[in-house]
């Protein structure tokens, strides 16, 4: 997975959390400690100047004490670590939406769907999982278009992190869209129409050109046409 960071925003996290990094309490500064402590406690120290050896011997005691428990509160509260800055970082991604692009083609039409959010006509898209991402895509086609699985073959053609305008956000919004190619060993009677409905969603063929003419597709998801028209041939 792609991260879109401002360098800015990860030189600010990266000078905040330097002391974190910096200062992890290990356990060789522990025993360090309580070795200081033991050795105040055991030594036996001679008077300085009018300084009696016991007030010498308590200020060491004390100060190996001060010094465990310093240490002992750090160990208990610095656990900033690698995982730890891992997610702070991914925290700084801009990118807004991670979709999978997922393009079905017979001969020279691709397979369109009427988005209702969006009042427009998009390519079939699912948000992309972190693991087993094209399994998640073949399961969600059986779904929607009632496909055997064993028919659909997902293959990763290329990915794109893009800024474009959210018609459902109202602003523009940074997108990462993951391309996949579906090809089918079978395309249903259902789906050779030129449109049709299935689970309540009305799907359509279309060719590039049809595509780049409709206004509405070219206000709203012109960047998107273009990157798989760029993408897939």
Not at 10 to 37: C, G, M, P, Q, R
Not at 130 to 137: F, P, R, Y
Not at 164 to 178: A, G, L, P, Q, T
Request: glycine share 0%.
């Amino acid at each position: 997975m792609r991260l879109y960071i401002e360098k800015k925003d990860l030189e600010h996290l990266l000078e905040n959390k330097s002391e974190y990094i910096e200062n992890n309490i290990t356990w060789d500064t522990i025993f360090a400690a309580v070795s200081f402590l033991l050795s105040a406690l055991t030594a036996n120290y001679d008077s300085f100047f009018m300084i009696p050896s016991i007030i010498i011997k308590y200020f060491f005691i004390v100060i190996g004490v001060l010094y465990l428990f310093k240490i002992g509160k750090e160990f208990m509260t610095k656990k900033y670590n690698y995982e730890n800055l891992i997610n702070d970082i991914n925290n700084l991604d801009l990118v807004a939406h991670r979709h999978s692009l997922v393009i079905i083609k017979n001969k020279d039409k691709y397979l369109l769907y009427d988005d209702e959010r969006w009042q427009c006509k998009l390519f079939i898209n699912y948000k992309t999982k972190d693991e087993n991402n094209e399994t998640a895509i073949k399961e969600a086609l059986e779904k929607d278009l009632q496909l055997d699985t064993s028919t659909i073959n997902c293959e990763f053609v290329t990915s794109r992190t893009q800024e474009k305008y959210s018609v459902s956000h109202n602003e523009n919004r940074i997108y990462n869209h993951n391309l996949y190619s579906i090809t089918l060993s079978k395309l249903p009677a259902y789906m050779k129409k030129d449109n049709f409905v299935i689970n309540n969603k009305h799907y359509y063929w279309m060719t590039m050109d049809e595509m780049l003419s409709d206004s509405n597709i070219k206000e709203k998801n012109l960047e998107v046409v273009y990157f798989v028209k760029d993408s897939i041939s």
